[in-house]
């Protein structure tokens, strides 16, 4: 161009701008931050989900405390299975007894009273006949059972805590104050009946006793 003119060459920088060109460079530079955080959130990600196996895994071989079930344990329904488990004759309910609802204290009070135990306590015998005074005896212990157990937290036996067994035992006793009517437990009853005791393998557990209540 004639220098004449007016016109100045622009330096060679200046001439080589190109808007088109700056704002796609904007855009890789953008676009080359956003790879940058999600590289590093899924870095993050990674290792959370390391983080939360290794505690799962953890947890599951971590010892968990015992849950109680409805029942405690049993003892089978025979002899050999009673022993078996580790659970013990009471004589008290003359049943095969769990250690958890075994009361040998009460027992042993129970037993205080003059009465051929050896053979007994073995438990072998299957059916025993005892007067009126032990069938009282034990219907009164095994309130008292119920009650110690209750107080102290521990579980009540299926035969102690029974419903049934309490409301016959309320019905033997009301029996002493008045005479037997038709009506009664036992009507025909004498001086020298005899009541049968069966050998029983109640299981252990409070819940058992809460729902025979709860009705």
Not at 57 to 68: F, G, Q, T, Y
Not at 179 to 189: G, M, T, Y
Request: proline letters at 7%.
């Amino acid at each position: 161009m004639n220098r004449y003119l007016g016109y100045k060459l622009l330096p060679a920088a200046d001439r080589e701008h190109d808007p088109g060109r700056s704002l796609n460079k904007e855009k890789a530079i953008a676009h080359s931050e956003k790879l940058k955080i999600l590289s590093i959130l899924g870095i993050i990600l990674a290792i959370l989900a390391f983080v939360s196996v290794c505690l799962r895994l953890i947890v599951a071989e971590s010892p968990r405390p015992p849950r109680h079930p409805p029942f405690l344990t049993l003892c089978g329904s025979t002899r050999a299975e009673a022993l078996s488990h580790n659970c013990t004759f009471d004589v008290l309910s003359f049943a095969w007894m769990p250690p958890a609802c075994h009361d040998p204290e009460l027992c042993e009070e129970f037993c205080s009273v003059s009465v051929s135990r050896t053979e007994v306590e073995e438990g072998k015998v299957e059916k025993v006949y005892t007067p009126r005074e032990y069938e009282e005896l034990q219907c009164v212990f095994s309130w008292r059972k119920v009650h110690r157990a209750v107080s102290k937290g521990a579980p009540v036996d299926g035969f102690s805590g029974d419903k049934g067994y309490s409301e016959y035992c309320g019905a033997l006793l009301v029996e002493r104050v008045g005479r037997p009517n038709e009506d009664s437990v036992h009507a025909d009853n004498t001086a020298h009946q005899a009541f049968s005791t069966e050998l029983k393998f109640p299981h252990c557990g409070v819940e058992n006793f809460v729902r025979n209540h709860s009705h």
